[in-house]
């Protein structure tokens, strides 16, 4: 028996066997030809195809997101065509006598470098489309072995760490527990963990090796510890351990039904966040009273290309009819930071959490953000639904959102498209830019939802993705806490409410502080409703 130890992010017993996440990459190898031409010729089909796609990728996106996000795939195009590009990777075969992977994989990595070694920012960006044009043809290659990753049972995932790119191709149903030779506590495969309800154990370091795969062990998300082939009275123990935790969940069920209310009459919304239609079984099996937080940047990440307005009108329309009248609240798109797209194509940036996204994003792509509204005004004639904007700094950047939702109004009223008139606007509390302007933004909208994880990170000077860096982020810090009390003295000065969707909601250690804080609302993960609720009506 081995036994590996790690951070705990998320409690309970996992029992399965481990099966390492693979990554569709791409392997190039050296390989010796004897006719160049016949590989010139490998290379020249390839490329043929690669283009094919480009087009299609850019007719669908013109249709879907306008001509200006289209741009990015003729560019590609144009790129894949260059003469000089082209020439290179056919001399390369030729003088050398290699195969195309080879000659492409070359050609790839010494323009990237001379664009990388660029002064100007925007040459310097480029280096990634070339990266992106060239991995595009060598998967013509590489179909069969570009296979996505798949599980037959139920596993525990084991990874270096996941992006949320790569958790969205998990099949859910399948995923006994998370476990990861790195990432931290804040990471995005520990928020998804706690959404999940299934225990993770993170931060193992290099003893967590492939070696492990289809081994079989045991998950202590409590202990941060993971057993691989446990012995007869490890497995005995934890079984016993999995069988009480059941009975805590059961005792929990008797919570149904019961109001949010503490022994004095205080009350407060409980609500639940989703990343997916998916998961709305999982809030309302656990009585959720709402959506506090529905995540629409997955819609993204699941993608290979923009989510079409239907798409994402049929997934919002799909939530509301199932929460039957519950308020669903849906944040714009928030992608950017630890959340990164391909198609998005956006610049490497040495400090990504600072920098270009989520709202920030939508205000300079105004297409692609009135595609999200369109959908999501549409999707309130089904339901009550509301919209939340993310990384607020400003008043100016409130007012140019209305601006453009009073655009999208007029146009769904001019193809006589129904929606609500009443659809509530709030935005998120997540810098302390937005706190010290709390009570100017208050005037704006209808509500505020506090973002603890970033309003944290933004506060400490703390990147919350980088793991040597654990042990400085506290979310209970002094300073994080009178930010949300400021925010919420702000909020009901002008008669709004406030809640919280942030990590920091479940935390049953700061519920009474929230409480007294007079918070309207706290949204969690649903399997931290009932836990949430029994602490709420002990108080």
């Given amino acids: 028996m081995v036994i590996l130890q790690g951070k705990s992010v998320f409690g309970g017993v996992a029992i399965g066997k481990i099966q390492f996440f693979k990554r569709d990459e791409i392997q190039i190898k050296r390989r010796h030809v004897d006719d160049p031409e016949a590989e010139i010729r490998r290379f020249r089909t390839a490329k043929e195809k690669a283009l094919s796609e480009l087009q299609q990728l850019y007719d669908k996106a013109l249709t879907d997101v306008g001509e200006a996000n289209a741009m990015i795939f003729e560019a590609h195009q144009l790129m894949l065509e260059d003469p000089d590009y082209n020439d290179s990777v056919e001399n390369i075969i030729n003088t050398q006598k290699v195969n195309a992977e080879y000659a492409i994989g070359v050609t790839s990595d010494n323009y990237a470098a001379i664009f990388e070694a660029m002064d100007d920012a925007y040459m310097q960006g480029r280096a990634a489309d070339v990266k992106d044009v060239s991995n595009r043809l060598l998967s013509q290659f590489a179909k069969k072995q570009n296979a996505s990753f798949e599980m037959t049972e139920q596993v525990i995932i084991a990874a270096d760490d996941l992006a949320p790119s790569e958790t969205v191709q998990l099949d859910k149903d399948k995923v006994l527990s998370f476990i990861t030779v790195e990432g931290s506590a804040n990471s995005h495969t520990a928020i998804l963990a706690r959404t999940m309800n299934i225990p993770a154990v993170i931060g193992i ?38 069988a009480v935790e059941q009975e805590q969940r059961e005792l929990l069920e008797t919570l149904k039904g019961k109001e949010n209310v503490t022994r004095s009459g205080q009350k407060i919304n409980l609500y639940a966040n989703i990343a997916n239609v998916s998961d709305v079984g999982a809030a309302l099996r656990n009585d959720a009273g709402g959506i506090g937080l529905f995540r629409s940047e997955f819609l993204y990440l699941e993608n290979e ?156 000077a703390i990147d919350r993705q980088n793991r040597n860096l654990d042990s400085f982020y506290d979310s209970h810090h002094p300073a994080v806490l009178s930010m949300i009390q400021m925010a919420a003295e702000n909020a009901h000065a002008e008669g709004k409410w406030i809640g919280i969707c942030g990590e920091l909601a479940a935390d049953l250690s700061l519920t009474e502080r929230f409480l007294q804080m007079n918070i309207d609302e706290l949204s969690v993960a649903p399997g931290m409703i009932l836990p949430l609720r029994k602490k709420i009506r002990e108080l």
């Avoid at 999707?379 to 607020?392: C, E, K, N, R």
């Fill in 205 to 242: 370091g290099d003893t967590l090796t492939p070696k492990y795969d289809g081994r079989l062990a045991i998950v202590d998300g409590q202990e941060g510890k993971i057993y691989i082939d446990p012995d007869e009275e490890i497995l005995v123990a934890m079984r016993k351990k999995q």
């Fill in 305 to 460: 290309t923009y989510p079409t307005e239907e798409q994402q009108f049929a997934a919002y329309r799909q939530v509301a009819e199932m929460m039957a009248g519950k308020r669903v609240i849906i944040r714009t798109l928030d992608i950017g930071a630890d959340k990164q797209v391909g198609y998005f194509n956006l610049e490497k940036e040495d400090n990504p959490a600072m920098g270009f996204r989520a709202i920030r994003i939508c205000l300079t792509r105004p297409e692609l953000f009135k595609t999200q509204l369109r959908a999501i005004f549409r999707a309130s004639a089904y339901g009550q639904i509301a919209i939340m904007f993310p990384m607020i700094i400003s008043v100016s950047e409130v007012r140019r959102i209305k601006e453009i939702m009073d655009e999208v109004k007029i146009g769904l009223r001019a193809d006589g498209i129904a929606f609500s008139d009443q659809i509530e606007t709030g935005i998120m509390i997540e810098t302390p830019a937005a706190v010290m302007i709390s009570r100017e933004l208050a005037k704006e909208v209808d509500f505020f939802s506090v973002g603890t994880n970033d309003l944290t990170q933004y506060t400490l």
